[in-house]
């Protein structure tokens, strides 16, 4: 059963670039048929989806966030990461790694990592 | 642009009712929709794939029906782990979208 844990910085001031890494184990990246995503989730309110890329590097961002995302992958290190730049602080929330199967469901959630927007 | 929207905002409900949550697109999405259920300081679980079919290891309890514009989430017996949050989700091959989501209390 693949397992996906978020790493990087809770905190990041205002202005600057939000940088986090998801790291896949028990299961292949390289494998076809899904997508692999991110998610963010704002304090006491709903889901936001973000972004996400295939394993041949195709991916697909909210427009919402006007550019300002990123998302890229290593396959052959097993994680894909996300940049978020010019942060404010309507940023500040809980951003998930996901894997997003077939059928358009996120099969797989990383637990989850806060990440607050402030100087 | 497609908006989800689900019905109640929220629900109080006993150990043992029957529930059904509400979900809306305001345009036809087939039947790509799934049910996550969410607790706090959790990440969503997986409830419900492609409108009805229920995720492996999920109760039999859960039950999700409809296609087009209107979808159902029903718990047939409410057990005390199903006091959540549950969200809607659409998938259209490049974004997923999340209903604001219907939150199931005492």
């Known amino acids: 059963q693949v397992q996906m844990q978020e790493s990087g910085p809770g905190l990041v001031k205002p202005s600057q670039t939000l940088s986090l890494t998801c790291s896949v184990s028990?299961?292949?990246?390289?494998?076809?048929?899904?997508?692999w995503s991110w998610i963010r989730q704002y304090p006491g309110k709903g889901l936001e989806w973000i972004g996400h890329?295939?394993?041949?590097?195709?991916?697909f961002y909210n427009v919402s966030l006007k550019s300002r995302a990123t998302i890229s992958v290593d396959a052959s290190k097993s994680h894909f990461s996300l940049t978020l730049s010019s942060v404010i602080a309507a940023d500040t929330a809980v951003y998930y790694c996901?894997?997003?199967?077939?059928?358009?469901?996120?099969?797989?959630w990383g637990q989850g990592t806060l990440v607050t927007v402030s100087s | 642009d497609i908006q989800m929207t689900q019905s109640p905002s929220t629900l109080s409900a006993s150990v043992g009712d029957s529930v059904t949550i509400t979900c809306r697109a305001s345009?036809?999405?087939?039947?790509?929709l799934a049910w996550y259920q969410q607790k706090p300081g959790k990440a969503p679980k997986l409830l419900i794939y492609k409108a009805s079919r229920l995720e492996t290891g999920v109760p039999a309890r859960f039950s999700g029906s409809g296609s087009g514009t209107q979808f159902t989430l029903t718990i047939s017996s409410l057990q005390p782990d199903d006091f959540a949050t549950y969200y809607c989700?659409?998938?259209?091959?490049?974004?997923?979208?999340f209903g604001p989501g219907t939150k199931v209390d005492v």
């Open positions: 996901a894997r997003v199967s077939w059928s358009g469901s996120v099969d797989s």
């Open positions: 890329i295939y394993d041949n590097g195709g991916a």
């Open positions: 345009q036809s999405i087939g039947d790509w």
């Open positions: 028990g299961g292949s990246i390289s494998r076809g048929s899904y997508y």
């Open positions: 989700q659409n998938y259209n091959t490049v974004s997923l979208l």
